[in-house]
């Protein structure tokens, strides 16, 4: 009976003893007695032996190095084996070190003792692999691949398939129910002379030697999973692909697949072998199958060439004939476009340059080939994919001006960008073609007026902004003071009341979490407008659980410093966004302009304003006529206050916004920093509220002094924070100041509030941001605002 597996172990995957263990595991847990096992040199070996070429002219330096890769070979051995098993490996090695010894010391007369040289590093695996498995209890020999595949020497030896398949066909008949581990990367010519077979020469070996073989399944173990249908280092949500069809297999290899490479595929055409690719580092995850023959369209793969060269030229005879030549060279292009005045493009890889240009320079007087030029600016975007077709438009509407036009062909579609572009159009194409679009969940906590008016205004926005996106923007959460309601299909935000009503239910600060965790989405984004103390202490809970956050409250962003920096250090070692701006200035741009101000270059020297809507209203309307403590009152009446005025008079509210600002720019400092000078005296701080609004008029005639004091010099009261670093010593403080009649504070609107910034770009001419710092619709802008941005950073992550 034909054996049925081939397993492939690349280098990475017997790196060190661990490796090889965890081969041997695998090859006992995933396999059969008589399945066939094909070896690279374990680790860098193959490198260090190329290196001794390279130093063989310094006989110091060359025994250096051959020390150590003796030692390194030795080193698995003795950790591997035991004693009676490691004798003849030890007694091999060290035969082998001293031909190697006599080769360097020689003046290597041709390639074949180049390639004996670089051979040893497979033939030490395929011998202590065999070893390691005859030790485990199984029948394993090692195999010399010179003694099996044939080849007719070439740029890139040229397999003698039926010599080969005699060869490997009457070794599987005298070691039957034996696992062969065979040496890849090598074979021999006719005289028995070592040849190279070139870049990925041992996957190359595994499908071919599982052809010959009539093999059913041959399996690449390598440091990856399988495919994906993208590159899963650029893009965060890359999925792994089940299965491809061999077509679309080569084509993605042509491509530039670091995964695949289109000679590892071409044995396994007219074959009715299938390749896995799997991770010898994880045996238990899932992995990619490429079916022979297959016409079922996988998923589309998105992949990319930072990049490429890309030759244009004027050609006197068709474009097909030059394909044809290239073809036959095996060098065909990567893409082609024809162009006007007879000129056409091709591209290839970077590293097939130069033999590309020496051909073209061959045919140059046969095709009446002139004008030849060469960019090596540009980088490649690619979909492979049977129905490539479908998904042209989408594709096409993606590209910028400076990108050439889709180039449509075997199973793919093509473009050239320049090579700032190549990530992002990657990202456009993976997201937009490539499987499902990315689900972001959003969770409000806190239903209260500023909440309610955000929902409507999410219901208004979310279709715009998950087109805009091409994401899917979901409410998912509504969380009261008492109740929530969860629900993984969505929350109509047109029609949320009566649904929370009938089915939210109570929560607990653990079970929350724990649902908000469990929410069907891919990424979540929790947006705090609540005043909740507590909630804020559960910031870092969110955090672990990697859930993003929008703050309108401010408790988090004015806390402990040490809590602040904990919350930062949790967002820089995970992919996690917080954004703020709603806790400081309502719907006001104030922290996007000193960001956008830090990363001009320029330095923040002082930050000052009013903060307060309250107390710009109470400061705008206090001309001495009326007591001040009755115009609190009145302002308290029409809901301007807080219900208990103190906490708008006693400033803590702008010195907690103070110092988000201050923390915003760089500096490192707690509330206690800022020097707080309340509206309320001490005597009326402490009180019961109905206490405190008896005896309000106790505020009246200090303020109607500084009042007076201040109009003699012609100027006004105002309630000002400040934050001043331009001096060596840093001034931050919130208080009533007395401001000139043209300052920028003594002109608001009532309700107002005004941020000045002045930095090394903005001195003698102060950089001025002013309207409403509060009120439900603004507060509510700025939170979708935030939550928008988050949205576009997690896409582009």
Same mark, same amino acid.
């Given at each position: 009976?034909?054996?049925?597996?081939?397993?492939? $172990?690349?280098?990475?995957?017997?790196?060190?003893?661990?490796?090889?263990?965890?081969?041997?595991?695998?090859?006992?847990?995933?396999?059969?007695?008589?399945?066939?096992?094909? @070896?690279?040199?374990?680790?860098?070996?193959?490198?260090?032996?190329?290196?001794?070429?390279?130093?063989?002219?310094?006989?110091?330096?060359?025994?250096?190095?051959?020390?150590?890769?003796?030692?390194?070979?030795?080193?698995? !051995?003795?950790?591997?084996?035991?004693?009676?098993?490691?004798?003849?490996?030890?007694?091999?090695?060290?035969?082998?070190?001293?031909?190697?010894?006599?080769?360097?010391?020689?003046?290597?007369?041709?390639?074949?003792?180049?390639?004996?040289?670089?051979? *040893?590093?497979?033939?030490?695996?395929?011998?202590?692999?065999?070893?390691?498995?005859?030790?485990?209890?199984?029948?394993?020999?090692?195999?010399?691949?010179?003694?099996?595949?044939?080849?007719?020497?070439?740029?890139?030896?040229? !397999?003698?398939?039926?010599?080969?398949?005699?060869?490997?066909?009457?070794?599987?008949?005298?070691?039957?129910?034996?696992?062969?581990?065979?040496?890849?990367?090598?074979?021999?010519?006719?005289?028995?002379?070592?040849?190279?077979?070139?870049?990925?020469?041992?996957?190359?070996?595994?499908?071919?030697?599982?052809?010959?073989?009539? !093999?059913?399944?041959?399996?690449?173990?390598?440091?990856?999973?399988?495919?994906?249908?993208?590159?899963?280092?650029?893009?965060?949500?890359?999925?792994?692909?089940?299965?491809?069809?061999?077509?679309?297999?080569?084509?993605?290899?042509? /491509?530039?697949?670091? @995964?695949?490479?289109?000679?590892?595929?071409?044995?396994?055409?007219?074959?009715?072998?299938? &390749?896995?690719?799997?991770?010898?580092?994880?045996?238990?995850?899932?992995?990619?199958?490429?079916?022979?023959?297959?016409?079922?369209?996988?998923?589309?793969?998105?992949?990319?060439?930072?990049?490429?060269?890309?030759?244009? *030229?004027?050609?006197?005879? =068709?474009?097909?004939?030059?394909?044809?030549?290239?073809?036959?060279?095996?060098?065909? %292009?990567?893409?082609?476009?024809?162009?006007?005045?007879?000129?056409?493009?091709?591209?290839?890889?970077?590293?097939?340059?130069?033999?590309?240009?020496?051909?073209?320079?061959?045919?140059?007087?046969? /095709?009446?080939?002139?004008?030849?030029?060469?960019?090596?600016?540009?980088?490649?975007?690619?979909?492979?994919?049977?129905?490539?077709?479908?998904?042209?438009?989408?594709?096409?509407?993606?590209?910028?001006?400076?990108?050439?036009?889709?180039?449509?062909?075997?199973?793919? &579609?093509?473009?050239?960008?320049?090579?700032?572009?190549?990530?992002?159009?990657?990202?456009?194409?993976?997201?937009?073609?490539?499987?499902?679009?990315?689900?972001?969940?959003?969770?409000?906590?806190?239903?209260?007026?500023?909440?309610?008016?955000?929902?409507?205004?999410?219901?208004?926005?979310?279709?715009?902004?998950?087109?805009?996106?091409?994401?899917?923007?979901?409410?998912?959460?509504?969380?009261?003071?008492?109740?929530?309601?969860?629900?993984?299909?969505?929350?109509?935000?047109?029609?949320?009341?009566?649904?929370?009503?009938?089915?939210?239910?109570?929560?607990?600060?653990?079970?929350?979490?724990?649902?908000?965790?469990?929410?069907?989405?891919?990424?979540?984004?929790?947006?705090?407008?609540?005043?909740?103390?507590?909630?804020?202490?559960?910031?870092?809970?969110?955090?672990?659980?990697?859930?993003?956050?929008?703050?309108?409250?401010?408790?988090?962003?004015?806390?402990?410093?040490?809590?602040?920096?904990?919350?930062?250090?949790?967002?820089?070692?995970?992919?996690?966004?917080?954004?703020?701006?709603?806790?400081?200035?309502?719907?006001?741009?104030?922290?996007?302009?000193?960001?956008?101000?830090?990363?001009?270059?320029?330095?923040?020297?002082?930050?000052?304003? !009013?903060?307060?809507?309250?107390?710009?209203?109470? $400061? =705008?309307?206090?001309?001495?006529?009326?007591?001040?403590?009755?115009?609190?009152?009145?302002?308290?009446?029409?809901?301007?206050?807080?219900?208990?005025?103190?906490?708008?008079?006693?400033?803590?509210?702008?010195?907690?916004?103070? /110092?988000?600002?201050?923390?915003?720019?760089?500096?490192?400092? =707690?509330?206690?920093?800022?020097?707080?000078?309340?509206?309320?005296?001490?005597?009326?701080?402490?009180?019961?509220?109905?206490?405190?609004?008896?005896?309000?008029?106790?505020?009246?005639?200090?303020?109607?002094?500084? *009042?007076?004091?201040?109009?003699?010099?012609?100027?006004?009261?105002?309630? @000002?924070?400040?934050?001043?670093?331009?001096?060596?010593?840093?001034?931050?403080? @919130?208080?009533?100041?007395?401001?000139?009649?043209?300052?920028?504070?003594?002109?608001?609107?009532?309700?107002?509030?005004?941020?000045?910034?002045?930095?090394?770009?903005?001195?003698?001419? %102060?950089?001025?941001?002013?309207?409403?710092?509060?009120?439900?619709?603004?507060?509510?802008?700025?939170?979708?605002?935030?939550?928008?941005?988050?949205?576009?950073?997690?896409?582009?992550?």
């Amino acid at each position: 009976m034909a054996r049925c597996h081939l397993h492939k $172990f690349g280098g990475s995957s017997l790196a060190d003893a661990d490796c090889y263990r965890r081969v041997v595991h695998i090859l006992l847990t995933h396999g059969h007695s008589d399945d066939l096992v094909v @070896v690279s040199a374990a680790g860098k070996s193959t490198n260090f032996l190329y290196k001794l070429l390279a130093l063989r002219d310094d006989g110091q330096l060359w025994q250096e190095e051959l020390q150590q890769l003796i030692a390194y070979q030795q080193n698995l !051995i003795e950790q591997l084996l035991s004693n009676e098993h490691a004798r003849e490996l030890r007694e091999r090695l060290a035969t082998d070190k001293a031909q190697l010894i006599s080769l360097l010391s020689l003046e290597l007369r041709n390639d074949y003792q180049l390639n004996q040289v670089v051979s *040893f590093g497979e033939r030490w695996s395929a011998r202590l692999m065999a070893a390691l498995l005859r030790e485990s209890g199984v029948a394993a020999s090692h195999v010399d691949a010179c003694g099996l595949l044939i080849a007719d020497e070439g740029a890139v030896p040229k !397999i003698r398939v039926a010599d080969s398949r005699d060869r490997l066909q009457a070794l599987l008949a005298a070691h039957p129910n034996e696992r062969l581990v065979i040496t890849g990367f090598i074979c021999a010519n006719t005289r028995g002379d070592t040849l190279l077979l070139g870049r990925n020469g041992s996957d190359f070996s595994a499908t071919l030697i599982a052809s010959l073989a009539d !093999i059913e399944r041959v399996t690449i173990w390598t440091d990856v999973e399988g495919v994906f249908n993208a590159d899963p280092n650029k893009i965060n949500d890359a999925k792994l692909l089940a299965s491809m069809s061999l077509a679309e297999a080569d084509r993605l290899a042509r /491509l530039g697949s670091p @995964v695949l490479h289109s000679r590892t595929l071409q044995p396994l055409f007219d074959t009715r072998v299938s &390749l896995a690719v799997r991770s010898s580092y994880a045996s238990h995850t899932d992995f990619t199958l490429i079916a022979p023959q297959s016409s079922s369209a996988s998923a589309p793969v998105v992949t990319s060439l930072s990049s490429v060269s890309l030759f244009n *030229f004027k050609l006197g005879h =068709e474009l097909g004939e030059l394909l044809l030549l290239l073809e036959q060279a095996g060098l065909m %292009p990567l893409a082609h476009w024809s162009l006007a005045q007879q000129r056409v493009e091709l591209a290839f890889t970077q590293e097939n340059e130069k033999q590309v240009s020496a051909l073209l320079q061959t045919l140059a007087a046969e /095709l009446a080939l002139e004008d030849l030029r060469v960019d090596n600016q540009l980088g490649l975007v690619a979909l492979v994919s049977a129905d490539a077709a479908n998904f042209r438009r989408s594709f096409a509407r993606l590209l910028s001006r400076d990108a050439r036009p889709l180039y449509s062909g075997d199973s793919s &579609l093509v473009t050239l960008v320049p090579q700032a572009q190549v990530n992002l159009l990657t990202q456009k194409v993976h997201r937009r073609c490539a499987g499902p679009r990315m689900r972001i969940g959003v969770v409000l906590l806190g239903v209260g007026n500023i909440g309610q008016a955000w929902i409507d205004l999410f219901g208004r926005a979310a279709a715009g902004l998950s087109n805009e996106l091409e994401a899917s923007v979901e409410l998912l959460g509504l969380v009261g003071s008492k109740r929530a309601l969860l629900c993984d299909t969505g929350i109509d935000a047109a029609n949320w009341r009566p649904d929370f009503e009938a089915n939210a239910c109570a929560w607990q600060y653990d079970r929350l979490l724990e649902q908000l965790q469990g929410l069907d989405c891919d990424e979540l984004v929790a947006l705090d407008i609540s005043a909740s103390a507590s909630l804020t202490l559960q910031y870092p809970e969110f955090f672990a659980r990697g859930i993003h956050l929008v703050s309108a409250n401010k408790l988090a962003g004015s806390g402990p410093l040490a809590f602040y920096r904990e919350l930062k250090q949790q967002l820089g070692n995970r992919r996690l966004f917080w954004r703020y701006n709603a806790s400081c200035g309502a719907g006001l741009p104030i922290q996007h302009a000193l960001n956008d101000l830090h990363n001009s270059g320029d330095k923040i020297q002082a930050v000052g304003g !009013i903060f307060s809507g309250t107390l710009c209203w109470l $400061f =705008e309307n206090y001309d001495g006529s009326k007591p001040f403590s009755e115009l609190v009152l009145e302002a308290k009446g029409l809901g301007i206050t807080e219900p208990d005025p103190r906490d708008d008079l006693s400033g803590r509210d702008m010195q907690r916004k103070l /110092l988000i600002l201050a923390r915003e720019i760089g500096l490192e400092l =707690e509330l206690a920093d800022i020097q707080l000078n309340s509206l309320v005296p001490e005597a009326l701080a402490g009180l019961p509220l109905e206490q405190f609004v008896a005896r309000i008029d106790e505020l009246d005639t200090d303020m109607l002094q500084q *009042f007076a004091a201040a109009a003699e010099q012609n100027k006004v009261l105002r309630y @000002v924070a400040s934050l001043d670093s331009l001096d060596a010593e840093l001034k931050a403080e @919130v208080g009533l100041q007395w401001v000139d009649r043209h300052h920028p504070y003594a002109n608001l609107t009532p309700g107002d509030n005004v941020f000045v910034i002045r930095s090394a770009f903005y001195q003698g001419n %102060p950089l001025i941001i002013r309207g409403p710092g509060a009120g439900r619709e603004v507060t509510a802008a700025a939170v979708q605002s935030d939550l928008a941005q988050i949205c576009r950073d997690l896409l582009l992550e």
